[in-house]
């Protein structure tokens, strides 16, 4: 199974600019940023915000800000793909998005933290 979506949208964005809800996110300098129209209502996880890997053009990017509802943006490091270019969330890629080797290691998966109500020793939970 594969979750992948089209790049809705390429645009230039300078050093110092605020990404996505609230700004959690600021480019650190000047870019391309990519919108990728889906979000945590298609089943995109929410905490994968400012970290998650996303397979654009061959390479692996990462989600710039926060998961919206239906969207979300990564930083495309300068890169321009077309719009319309595949980007892979998971799954097998296909065509141009296979991976290619740039001597970069993609970033390290995300740790989640248990809820307190799920804890070990937590007192609610017995």
Known sequence: MTLAAAVALVKDAPAGHGVSYGHHYTTPADTTLGLIP???ADGVPRHASGSG???VDGKVRTVAGRVAMDQFVVDLEGDRPEAGAEAVLFGPATGASRPRRTGRRPPAPSRTRSS???APGCP???
Request: glycine letters at 8%; a neutral charge; charged letters at 0%.
């Open 116 to 118: 307190p109500a799920s």
């Open 38 to 40: 889906v979000g945590y």
């Open 53 to 55: 890997p996303v397979l």
């Open 124 to 126: 609610a939970c017995t």
